[in-house]
């Protein structure tokens, strides 16, 4: 249910928005909405502690909500029903013909579903950007086997059977260590938010089921991409 304020620029005003806001964080929950700005503007300044302590505390968490979104320095501008407020600058407004009462005034609407699934979709546009923005860094590395009798198949299998997000297995060859032994060098890509060469080798490739065949892991080379 819809709830009206009015004459928030009266003592009136300001205690009724005072009892409202006992035991709340903002207008319409714990976090901030159109409703908090709404009310806001129809605020002139911040209300006095000492006379109205929930509605002070609330003005102020507003304010800091809004800074960052309004950088510049503002100078101070009241809107008066009377004579020249005090201390405004010597500018002359043209006045508009008011449609009804500013405490009432519907700055923004409410907002549709069109325009909610709209800000849905930019929020996960931004999310993938940033994970397309992640650094990729290109990894050699030597697998070594037990011994000449290891399966060097079986071995190159079980590599490749690890699958986690952010790596990519690529190009592989079998290279003569001594004694008729190979090892497996391999390439592979990495997301380097997502993926540590150690923590790899650690957790993945010198444990089970790849330990049967896998005696150590080497980094040959590590670059950026």
Not at 63 to 87: D, N, T, W
Not at 100 to 116: A, N, P, Q, R, Y
Request: hydrophobic share 40%.
């Amino acid at each position: 249910m819809a709830v009206t304020f009015s004459d928030l620029h009266t003592e009136a005003g300001l205690k009724a928005l005072d009892e409202f806001l006992a035991g709340k964080t903002y207008v319409s929950g714990d976090q901030l909405t159109k409703d908090d700005v709404k009310v806001y503007a129809a605020v002139l300044k911040q209300p006095s502690a000492d006379l109205y302590p929930n509605a002070s505390q609330w003005y102020q968490s507003v304010s800091s909500k809004l800074a960052p979104s309004f950088p510049g320095k503002a100078v101070g501008v009241r809107i008066g029903q009377g004579a020249a407020a005090e201390a405004a600058p010597a500018v002359v407004a043209k006045e508009a013909p008011a449609a009804e009462d500013d405490d009432d005034l519907d700055l923004f609407g409410d907002e549709t579903e069109e325009e909610k699934k709209a800000a849905e979709q930019r929020e996960a546009a931004k999310a993938s950007t940033k994970k397309k923005e992640s650094g990729k860094s290109s990894v050699l590395m030597d697998i070594k086997p037990w011994d000449d009798e290891t399966d060097m198949k079986k071995l190159e299998e079980e590599v490749r059977k690890v699958e986690k997000p952010g790596l990519l297995w690529g190009a592989s060859k079998l290279v003569p260590v001594g004694y008729g032994i190979k090892k497996l060098q391999i390439m592979l890509t990495i997301v380097d938010d997502l993926v540590s060469v150690d923590d790899l080798i650690e957790d993945q490739l010198t444990v089970e089921p790849c330990s049967e065949y896998v005696q150590s892991c080497d980094i040959v080379a590590f670059n950026k991409i």
